[in-house]
Every structure is written in structure tokens, then in C-alpha cells.
């Protein structure tokens, strides 16, 4: 696959830019190896929010998630919501922060050549070491690689979960797999979606207020609204798209629901980002807390000295053909 990996500065900090003829991937290794672009040539289309309003600035680890800029696509690791480790043995209670440990920290660079670019970063809490391969493996396609190694002595439960921040313009549409004919709502009741693990229609719902809403459509940020959805877990998604409005343009996320057996689904409408954003969320557990997947049995486990590996890639369209439903 034809592609080049070259150094730029993306708002005042290094980062690196892996470029095909079709696509720009711009990774910023020193901040949680967040992608701060993906860039579509043939549409002059940006999928990932950037800063906006709220300047780009490197954040201490354990900071809450909302300090930061909010922009582009950060690893959520071994927990999305803050809480304690739940496992027995030596680091059980160890606190957790929001959206876990690896956005806020620097990566190291494994290896780049011009097909990929390979980061890691070693857990300050918990013993692990997390790496991370991007490449092109179509013209249009990028590939993101991962590799969980436990350097511990004891067998340990993590969540991992993807958190990309598309941007949606003023609108914008969810596309999930037929199989999906609910959701569960996962935010305190405030936000107005009832209590936790409340259960809506897809892709029509019933507030608990009564109004009907279509929540796999995103609408303006003058709305000042946001929720958070998880697929049932029995119910098994191996992709997700999302469709820009009225461009058509699109995106495809695909992975192996072996390996990421749920999917959450983040919108915001205007809540926290300036922009409108959807964020579809492979995930390794169920749902946001390590604590609460491992409650319920819902969570991936790594054995000492053990690696795990999973795959997830994101397929770009224009609206010059037709959203691809997987079959």
C-alpha cells in the first residue's frame, strides 16, 4: 500500500502525519496518541472535531476528560468512567481515572516506516503495556492494530473502548447492524433518558417525557443535549457507520465481535463540544465502569505475562457512492 509517514506540528505540538492518495491520518504521539485528523482528500472532508473554542492544551494524568479540548479520536483504557479496580489481589481499590489512564499520557514510539506507524505506552497503574499499530490497508481504509501485553502477576480484567469525536455538522445519521432493535440508556437520570440501562427502540424512541425522537439522528448543537447508548449486550455488532448530511459522504467501522463484543454510542449535541459529535464505541466490556463490567461478568480478562490483540478499521466513502451494508 502506498502511504508515507512525515513529521508536522498540529496546533503548536508535534505529531505525525501517515498520508495515502486518498487519506491523512495526523497522530499526536505526546497526548494519549490522539488522532487529530482523518482527512479525506477526494471530499476535503474532516471527520474529527478540532479544539474549536477551547484551545488545545496537554493535560496531567488523572485529569477528568472534560479539561481537555474535546477534539479528535482518544483510547479509553482500562476504564471509561472513573471507579476502583475491582479485581482481588495486590492493586484491588486502586483508583481509576476518568476515562481511564492512557489519553493523558505520552506514547513512545515503537516503530515507522512508510506502511505504519506503531505507538505503546506502559500502564503507570496497573502493570500493562499497550501498543497501537495504524496503517492503510485499502486506498481507502485505515487499519488500527492493538496488542495488550500483562506484565503482572496476576490476571487482569481491563476495558478498552475506542472514543472517535465525528464530526456531524448540522446533521447527520447512525447506521447500525439490523440485528440492533434496542438500545439501553447508560447516563445519570438528568440527562432525561430515565435511569440506567433504561431500554429505547432503535432507531425510534419513547422519552420518558413522551416525546418521540429519532436517536440515530444527529441534530444542531443549539440543542445542548447529549446521551449515551449501549447496544444490548447478547447482541452481537461487528460494525457501524455514519452518514453525513446532506454531503452523503460516510464512514464504516469495522472490527471482530469475538474479540469487541459491545458497542456504545456517544452523541453530543452542544452539551460539552461546541460541535455536534457521534461517537460509535467498540468495546471490550459492559458499560462504562470497569467496576460495573466486572460486576456483571461483562469484561475482558488477560492472564499474567499474556497478550491479547484486536482490530479495528475505518473504511471512508464519499457521497459519490452508496453507504456499504455489510452483509
Not at 492544551?57 to 482518544?74: A, I, L, N, R
Not at 489519553?103 to 497503574?125: F, R
Not at 490476571?155 to 472514543?163: D, E, F, G, R, V
Request: negative net charge.
Amino acid at each position: 500500500m502506498n502511504s508515507t509517514i512525515s513529521q508536522t506540528i498540529w496546533h503548536g505540538v508535534n505529531a505525525v502525519a501517515l498520508e495515502n492518495e486518498n487519506l491523512i491520518t495526523v497522530i499526536v504521539p505526546e497526548m494519549g496518541a490522539k488522532l487529530v485528523s482523518l482527512f479525506d482528500k477526494r471530499s476535503q472532508h474532516e471527520w474529527l472535531v478540532g479544539p474549536g473554542n477551547r484551545p488545545f492544551q496537554k493535560v496531567p494524568y488523572g485529569s477528568p476528560f472534560t479539561e481537555q479540548d474535546m477534539s479528535g479520536w482518544d483510547e479509553m483504557f482500562p476504564t471509561i468512567v472513573a471507579c476502583d479496580y475491582p479485581a482481588p489481589g495486590v492493586h484491588h481499590g486502586l483508583s481509576l481515572p476518568d476515562h481511564g489512564e492512557v489519553w493523558a499520557l505520552p506514547w513512545e514510539m515503537e516503530k515507522a516506516t512508510d506502511e505504519s506507524l506503531t505507538l505503546s505506552v506502559n500502564g503507570p497503574a496497573l502493570p500493562y503495556r499497550l501498543m497501537r499499530t495504524a496503517e492503510y490497508t485499502s486506498p481507502f481504509t485505515l487499519q488500527l492494530s492493538y496488542r495488550l501485553v500483562n506484565l503482572g502477576q496476576e490476571a487482569m480484567p481491563y476495558l478498552w473502548s475506542a472514543h472517535p469525536q465525528f464530526a456531524c455538522g448540522q446533521s447527520a445519521e447512525v447506521i447500525f447492524p439490523p440485528q440492533v432493535t434496542e438500545v439501553c440508556n447508560s447516563l445519570p437520570e438528568a440527562y432525561g433518558w430515565g435511569i440506567p440501562e433504561t431500554r429505547f427502540g432503535w432507531k425510534e424512541a419513547i422519552k420518558p417525557n413522551g416525546d418521540r425522537v429519532r436517536i440515530d439522528r444527529i441534530g444542531s448543537p443549539s440543542q445542548h443535549q447529549a446521551r449515551k447508548f449501549f447496544v444490548l449486550p447478547d447482541v452481537r455488532a461487528d460494525w457501524s457507520g455514519l452518514i453525513n448530511r446532506p454531503s452523503n459522504d460516510w464512514l464504516l467501522m469495522e472490527w471482530e465481535s469475538n474479540l469487541i463484543p459491545y458497542l456504545g454510542l456517544w452523541i453530543d449535541e452542544g452539551a460539552i463540544s461546541a460541535e455536534s459529535v457521534a461517537a460509535p464505541e467498540p468495546m471490550t466490556g459492559f458499560y462504562d465502569s470497569l467496576a460495573v463490567a466486572w460486576n456483571k461478568k461483562r469484561v475482558a480478562m488477560i492472564d499474567p505475562g499474556a497478550s491479547a490483540d484486536w482490530k479495528l478499521s475505518v473504511r471512508f466513502g464519499t457521497g459519490k457512492e452508496n453507504f456499504p451494508i455489510p452483509s
